[in-house]
């Protein structure tokens, strides 16, 4: 393989794509033997590989710059083009479901791809291609929108991540005065993102309606994967959090508060753990990257070989730019077996937290892919994709002095605090959307008091400090998968119980990678449930599992305050 910015990108021809896949369908369909259909089964998937692996490639290079035309371009072109896959994508659905080998195909693949089919089945319909293509134009829309807001900063011009650095300043004044632009951005975009958010969630639903969905909610969880559990589980789990965590939480706040000797914690304080700052990362982004080179170099021979890789072919883009998207995240470029990196460095221990949960990701995918026979299955469902990665935050506590020096204490104590407090966040933007897809006719009036009563309820300690647009519940917009992946967000809640679990399991026994590493191979072979029984880990959907993580963190923290 080729370092990533030397791959070359060739737009697919949508129609050759087509006939391949057809072909591929015929052969399976017409195969008189298991080898027969098992090489036109490899073929298919193949086939699409070589699309996607040729939009994950435009994808990031336009996330790198959204101002680029060219690739902007092919992310139009793939919007529109990637649906009109579907009525070929449901024959082949049809196709495997009914295949007389589908016994001998699920002992090599197992059960979940198959039943997946199914589901999907319902889901795949031509009538709804419109509807998908918008859906992907007005998301590409809000992404413009959010990566073009920038402001001037005491001489800096800063997107929402720039500023969310002076956020963490020691100075009380400076946290305040970045707040208030950080919220004056956000409240002169709100028209345009409220506007954008209401197309978006009519549209939805209109899909579900065409599918014969009574709502969208009915729609969406199995369109997630969500086969295991339904929105009673998860009201269930979110009310286990607001009984076992906020709790928890709002007495780590109040701590918090008199740690940093102040009456009242605002908003704008709550990324201050420590008077005399938050531990900050020591060196340049290649420095940085060089001291996770050699974390996982000396973690285990597995994650050795997997950064070594990354490196050697530069699958990274850390640093904050202009025109650049918000945000972080790990993709997979399926043809080479290489994941990708991308995020905006920010100066902040965030950095350091891109190189512990986006590699987590990424080590997932490099392992997965070489121990299952079919890219297809590298990934999991996302509640389990997010084990990978919350759980190497935990693995890298012992080495965090390499970044942070004799501020390593520091940052484990915030950093572990942090994974617990963000918890009720997440529930609160799983019921934000959940009370947006029960009332579909509800506008931006009901949005914004829809998540006052619910920060309310999970989040009590949350103030303002007076800044009107926020008091009035406007801070759901800033979440971008509200916008771009709903529904897809108490996943990461879920997903720290089982990273609890597993580090509860090292912390107590030191034996958690064993089961890590099985958890990284069997990637999406199976359902969510059985996927944790297999790695021992308990399903976190069980009001006392969420007691028991809960408990375990609260004493834990109590064990890092003691070293700072």
């Known amino acids: 393989m080729e370092k990533f910015k030397d791959l070359q990108?060739?737009?697919p021809d949508p129609q050759q794509v087509q006939q391949n896949l057809?072909?591929?369908?015929q052969r399976f369909e017409q195969a008189a033997t298991f080898e027969e259909a098992h090489a036109a089964f490899l073929d298919k998937y193949q086939a699409l590989s070589d699309v996607e692996t040729m939009y994950t490639i435009a994808y990031i290079r336009n996330t790198i710059n959204m101002k680029d035309d060219f690739y902007d371009g092919e992310i139009q072109f793939f919007n529109e083009a990637i649906p009109q896959l579907t009525p070929v994508e449901q024959q082949w659905l049809g196709a495997i479901v009914k295949s007389p080998f589908r016994p001998q195909l699920e002992e090599l693949y197992g059960s979940h791809l198959f039943h997946s089919a199914e589901v999907q089945l319902k889901l795949t319909d031509p009538a709804i291609i419109p509807e998908m293509i918008e859906e992907n134009n007005l998301s590409a829309e809000y992404s413009k929108t959010a990566a073009a807001c920038s402001t001037e900063f005491r001489g800096e011009t800063c997107n929402f991540y720039g500023l969310l650095r002076h956020m963490q300043s020691t100075d009380r004044e400076e946290r305040k005065e970045a707040f208030l632009a950080w919220a004056k951005l956000y409240e002169e975009v709100s028209p345009k993102l409220d506007e954008q958010y209401g197309k978006l969630v009519k549209l939805r639903c209109t899909m579900a309606e065409k599918l014969g969905y009574a709502s969208y909610i009915d729609y969406i969880y199995p369109a997630r994967g969500r086969y295991d559990y339904?929105?009673?589980?998860?009201?269930?789990?979110?009310?286990?959090?607001?009984?076992?965590?906020?709790?928890?939480?709002?007495?780590?706040?109040?701590?918090?508060?008199e740690r940093l000797g102040i009456d009242k914690l605002h908003y704008y304080d709550e990324e201050l753990v420590f008077p005399d700052g938050n531990a900050v990362p020591v060196g340049t982004p290649e420095e940085l990257v060089q001291k996770a080179h050699e974390m996982y170099s000396d973690l285990s021979p597995e994650t050795k070989e997997y950064f070594d890789f990354m490196t050697e072919h530069e699958l990274f883009d850390l640093v904050t730019r202009e025109n650049k998207h918000l945000g972080g995240y790990c993709t997979s470029l399926a043809d080479y077996k290489a994941p990708f990196i991308f995020s905006n460095f920010n100066g902040t221990s965030a950095d350091v937290d891109v190189l512990t949960h986006e590699a987590g990701h990424a080590f997932e995918f490099y392992y997965a892919s070489r121990h299952l026979p079919l890219a297809e299955l590298a990934g999991s469902t996302s509640e389990i994709n997010e084990i990978h990665s919350m759980t190497m935050e935990h693995f890298a506590y012992p080495y965090m002095e390499s970044f942070f020096g004799d501020k390593a204490d520091k940052y484990r104590y915030a950093h572990f605090c942090e994974a617990l407090k963000t918890i009720p966040y997440l529930v609160a933007v799983d019921e934000f959307q959940h009370r947006v897809f029960e009332n579909p006719t509800a506008g931006p009036a009901d949005w914004r008091r829809f998540w006052k009563e619910i920060e309310?309820?999970?989040?009590?300690?949350?103030?303002y400090d007076g800044n009107e647009f926020l008091e009035n519940g406007g801070f759901w917009m800033q979440k971008q998968h509200i916008f771009l992946y709903p529904f897809y967000y108490i996943d990461y809640a879920l997903a720290q119980m089982g990273a609890f679990s597993l580090f509860r399991r090292q912390v107590e026994n030191g034996d958690a990678w064993p089961h890590y590493l099985t958890l990284c191979s069997i990637g999406g072979k199976y359902g969510y449930f059985e996927t944790l029984q297999r790695a021992e880990i308990p399903v976190p959907l069980n009001d006392e599992v969420v007691k028991t993580n809960a408990a375990f963190a609260e004493q834990y923290a109590a064990v890092l305050k003691e070293k700072i």
């Open 9 to 11: 990108y060739k737009r």
């Open 22 to 25: 057809l072909a591929c369908i």
């Open 230 to 257: 339904t929105a009673k589980e998860a009201a269930d789990f979110r009310e286990a959090v607001r009984k076992y965590i906020t709790p928890v939480c709002d007495k780590m706040y109040r701590e918090q508060a």
């Open 456 to 463: 309310q309820k999970y989040m009590p300690w949350r103030d």
